[in-house]
Each structure stands twice: as C-alpha cells, then as structure tokens.
C-alpha cells in the first residue's frame, strides 16, 4: 500500500478534526476523500504530510510512519488556497523550489514539468499576472519537482472554471498513466465521479463508506417495475427486500443497496404468479449516493 493509517486521530483540544480514520490506497490509484466544508478533509491531508501531529494512531506513507523525513521524501503536495511569490515567473518560481528540493541540473525536469501542465511559453511571464487556472497549474508542477510517488491535491479544481477543471482533470489522468498515486481532497462531486478509482465520504470528522467508486454506486441502485395479478403477500416480500419502497396503480418504485436482488425480486414475481410489465433499474450518481449519507441540511 502507499498510504495506510490506522484508527488516525487529529483533535484540537478535543474538537473538530478527524476522528478514527481507517485507509488503505493502493500504488495507481485516484483515490478520492470527500465531504461537506468542514469535515475534517483538509486537516487529514496536513497530518498526513507531516504538518499536523496526529493526536492518536498510526499512519504511513510508502511504509514510513507520517511525521518523518522518510515518509516525505516521495511525496508531493498542493495545499488548498495556496499563494506563491508573484513577483516571480514561473520558471524562477519551479528553480528556486527545486533547489529547496536539491534537485541538480533541474532544467530539462522543469521543461517537462510545463509541458505537463501546459504551462510550456509561459513560464516568464510573472505569477501575479497568471489566471487561477495557470496559478492552479503551476501549484500542481511545484508538487512534482521532486518525482512523487503519492500527490495530495486539496480542493485542486475548487476555484476554476470549466476549462481550468478539465486542465487539472487530464493532468490527475497523466498522473495515473504514469503510475503515480493521487490523493484527492474534494467537495466536487462530478470532479470525483471522472477521475477517481475509490473513494471515502467523511462527515463530522468520521468516515462513513469507503470502497471502489462503481461498488458504492450499485449498491444503491434505484428500480421501478410494472407489475398486475399481484397478491398483497407478494408486495409485502418486495417491500422487506427494499427500501425508500413506494406502490400506486400497478407500479412499484424503490431502492436496493445490492443489485443482485434485482432478478431475485423479478423471479418471486413470476413465481407468484403475477405479470411483470416491465423493469427498470438506474443506478445512483455519486452526487445521489453523498446527499443519501450526508443529509442535505449539511451540505454548504
């Protein structure tokens, strides 16, 4: 795995933060942490780098317990909100972090690093007269000087527009092509339904589901069935097989949190002698799924 933690705990003076925290995210992965402002995401990220120490369990990074040079070496971070010197260019900017880094002869990594964000025939212009999306994109360079393993993007997409959303879209899909493992902090539901191969929903400093993106959104899949000659029994078995379970004039509408009692319920229809119609099945959207855990009253 190239991030686990166990049980991990960040609390201040009691309050707010995260609470018991149980990852794993395997190498390749985008993986996808998301809830509503507040609930502890970006506080996970900044423990996770080191910037915050936790305040009880375990974690690591590529097998290195977060906190120490090691479990750093290998990984890049875009904080949320950054804010670079603008008095640089580009280029000066991505030098001087690449001698922080102590990288030699950082040339041609910078040349391919702006080409990667698309940054290649402006990188002397100065920082301060960039858009958000080019500022965004050269964060994202910054967080790849030192060749990472593991990036952590915090609300990397938050303050774009549309065609600076698709910019740091295709850029997570590079990332991933080339094997790098990305960690993305996001309240963006489509953003996250694009790109990512797992996810976790926290909410109130807990994680309420975790698990790959497709798993979570069949297991509450949404059917509707056109059914005559029934008997009450048999709308009472599909009713204890479902929820959110609504009939009216031959017509039953309701959810399933695992897709393989679709043809169960299909079969006792035909078994008790009833005639189906019809059936139709749409599985949930990501954004259905998170307002389902979260609640709409907590979603800013």
């Known amino acids: ?20 925290v149980t990852l794993s995210v395997e190498k390749g992965q985008v993986f996808g942490f998301l809830g509503p402002n507040g609930a502890g995401k970006s506080t996970f990220v900044k423990t996770m ?17 977060i906190g120490t ?23 000066e900017l991505l030098t001087f972090h690449a001698e922080l880094y102590k990288i030699k002869n950082p040339g041609k990594k910078i040349d391919e690093l702006l080409e990667l964000v698309k940054l290649k ?25 030192n060749d990472p393993e593991i990036v952590f993007l915090d609300e ?13 879209r295709e850029i997570i899909k590079q990332l991933k092509s080339q094997g ?39 297991e509450h899949t949404h059917v509707e069935m056109v059914i005559t000659d029934y008997t009450p ?23 399933v949190e695992d897709r393989e009692k679709i043809p169960i319920i299909a079969k006792m229809v035909i078994e008790a002698g009833a005639k189906l119609y019809q059936l139709n099945t749409q599985t949930s959207s990501l954004e259905d799924l998170f307002i389902n855990l979260i609640g709409k009253d907590e979603i800013s």
């Open 1 to 20: 795995m190239v991030l686990e933690t166990q049980n991990l705990t960040k609390q201040f003076n009691g309050k707010g933060g995260f609470k018991e």
């Open 233 to 255: 029994e048999l709308i009472e078995k599909i009713s204890r097989l479902s929820k959110e379970f609504q009939f009216k004039e031959n017509k039953l509408s309701f959810k």
């Open 156 to 168: 990397p997409t938050s303050a774009l527009d549309p065609v600076g959303r698709i910019d740091v």
């Open 49 to 65: 780098v080191g910037l915050l120490h936790p305040t009880s369990g375990f974690a690591w990074i590529l097998g290195k317990p």
């Open 180 to 218: 790098k493992t990305v960690f993305l902090n996001s309240h963006l539901l489509s953003e996250v339904e694009m790109v990512c191969d797992e996810v976790a929903i926290i909410n109130h400093g807990r994680v309420i589901a975790q698990g790959k993106l497709d798993d979570l959104l069949k």
């Open 69 to 91: 040079v090691e479990s750093r070496e290998k990984v890049g971070f875009l904080p949320e909100n950054f804010r670079y010197h603008d008095w640089m260019t580009g280029k």
């Open 121 to 145: 025939g402006h990188e002397n212009k100065l920082i301060k007269n960039y858009s958000k999306g080019m500022q965004q994109r050269i964060g994202i360079a910054i967080a790849l000087l």
